[in-house]
């Protein structure tokens, strides 16, 4: 696939919409400290690629499985990898969202959830 | 670079309303460089807004697909009018922000003063302060000259300051202004002693 001279510029844009992968990936940067390399390393791919993947549409709803599955197989990336980080995210977004609410900690069923199905997809790798 | 057939085209707009999670990249590799080209040869800075520009649509686009209806006109015009307002929008903002700079960066340049200007008005204000200080003006006349070199206007307010407020009107006012030409002149001369001090 060739890069043209706008994706990074779009990839950079996508962080600011919530539904985009590329929203995800800067907030999983953040909460775990990685360059774009070692994320991109941690998927499996190149950084021209994670480029590419941070113009997909952010997986949700019942479909994530297959969505995710869509995105790793046209992107050759790691299965499981973009699923623990795609869930990451949306556990600890969950978690801030509850606490700016004032919610207690205790465990939610989003997180179990989610926990279940990384394990799941670890399982089956 | 030419846009995509309009089979195609819906295609991928079928694609985008069923939320496809990789078809958001399609539509940038698909529209992205027909959109540039149809804005116009750009150079640079141009360049770069354009790109900004199209991206924005796009985002736009694939955040409310719904707001495009096929049956007014092909998505790829419909895309590529967007981005030219938008290009549109994005120069008047900057000629617009320019302008409020240039006003500003005019008036302040107008308003300031050289740094050695500054520094000479400061000496000479603390000279002049010294001067009033060491004169034997009474309480009443340093307090009305403080009203003076304030700008105050009021002809009750300084025969205030001076102890005449109780006077009737007409001859509170003549006091007063006998009292304020009476200080000015003191003032000037003080003044010319200074500056005969200093030749």
Redesign the interface.
């Given at each position: 696939m060739t890069n043209?001279?706008?994706l990074e510029?779009?990839a950079r844009?996508?962080r600011s919409?919530t539904?985009?992968?590329g929203h995800v990936f800067e907030r999983y940067r953040e909460l775990e400290g990685r360059t774009q390399e070692e994320l991109a390393k941690e998927l499996g791919c190149t950084p021209d690629v994670l480029h590419?993947l941070s113009?997909?549409?952010?997986?949700e709803g019942q479909d994530f499985d297959e969505?995710?599955s869509?995105?790793a197989k046209?992107f050759a990336v790691d299965l499981v990898s973009l699923v623990q980080v795609l869930r990451h995210v949306e556990v600890m977004e969950t978690l801030s969202r509850q606490v700016g609410n004032g919610d207690t900690l205790e465990e939610q069923p989003m997180q179990s959830a989610a926990r279940d199905r990384t394990r799941d997809s670890e399982n089956n790798s | 670079m030419s846009f995509p057939t309009q089979e195609e085209e819906l295609a991928l707009h079928e694609r985008v309303l069923k939320?496809?999670?990789?078809?958001?990249?399609d539509v940038?590799q698909v529209f992205?460089?027909p959109i540039l080209s149809a804005l116009g040869r750009k150079e640079g800075r141009e360049r770069?807004d354009a790109?900004?520009s199209?991206?924005?649509v796009?985002?736009s686009y694939?955040?409310n697909p719904e707001r495009y209806l096929s049956q007014k006109g092909r998505l790829s015009t419909y895309l590529t009018q967007a981005a030219k307002k938008r290009l549109l929008d994005r120069y008047r903002s900057t000629e617009a922000r320019q302008r409020r700079e240039q006003e500003f960066g005019d008036a302040f340049e107008l308003g300031a003063r050289s740094p050695n200007d500054a520094l000479e008005i400061s000496v000479e204000a603390r000279r002049a302060v010294v001067r009033l200080e060491q004169s034997a003006l009474g309480e009443g006349d340093r307090a009305l000259l403080g009203l003076v070199l304030q700008g105050e206007r009021s002809t009750l307010v300084m025969a205030e300051a001076i102890g005449l407020a109780s006077l009737p009107e007409d001859d509170r006012r003549r006091e007063v202004k006998r009292h304020r030409d009476r200080l000015m002149k003191w003032l000037a001369r003080l003044g010319k002693e200074d500056s005969d001090d200093e030749s």
């Amino acid at each position: 696939m060739t890069n043209p001279e706008w994706l990074e510029r779009a990839a950079r844009r996508s962080r600011s919409e919530t539904w985009m992968l590329g929203h995800v990936f800067e907030r999983y940067r953040e909460l775990e400290g990685r360059t774009q390399e070692e994320l991109a390393k941690e998927l499996g791919c190149t950084p021209d690629v994670l480029h590419w993947l941070s113009l997909c549409r952010r997986p949700e709803g019942q479909d994530f499985d297959e969505q995710a599955s869509a995105i790793a197989k046209r992107f050759a990336v790691d299965l499981v990898s973009l699923v623990q980080v795609l869930r990451h995210v949306e556990v600890m977004e969950t978690l801030s969202r509850q606490v700016g609410n004032g919610d207690t900690l205790e465990e939610q069923p989003m997180q179990s959830a989610a926990r279940d199905r990384t394990r799941d997809s670890e399982n089956n790798s | 670079m030419s846009f995509p057939t309009q089979e195609e085209e819906l295609a991928l707009h079928e694609r985008v309303l069923k939320r496809d999670p990789v078809a958001p990249t399609d539509v940038f590799q698909v529209f992205m460089d027909p959109i540039l080209s149809a804005l116009g040869r750009k150079e640079g800075r141009e360049r770069e807004d354009a790109y900004d520009s199209i991206i924005d649509v796009l985002f736009s686009y694939l955040a409310n697909p719904e707001r495009y209806l096929s049956q007014k006109g092909r998505l790829s015009t419909y895309l590529t009018q967007a981005a030219k307002k938008r290009l549109l929008d994005r120069y008047r903002s900057t000629e617009a922000r320019q302008r409020r700079e240039q006003e500003f960066g005019d008036a302040f340049e107008l308003g300031a003063r050289s740094p050695n200007d500054a520094l000479e008005i400061s000496v000479e204000a603390r000279r002049a302060v010294v001067r009033l200080e060491q004169s034997a003006l009474g309480e009443g006349d340093r307090a009305l000259l403080g009203l003076v070199l304030q700008g105050e206007r009021s002809t009750l307010v300084m025969a205030e300051a001076i102890g005449l407020a109780s006077l009737p009107e007409d001859d509170r006012r003549r006091e007063v202004k006998r009292h304020r030409d009476r200080l000015m002149k003191w003032l000037a001369r003080l003044g010319k002693e200074d500056s005969d001090d200093e030749s």
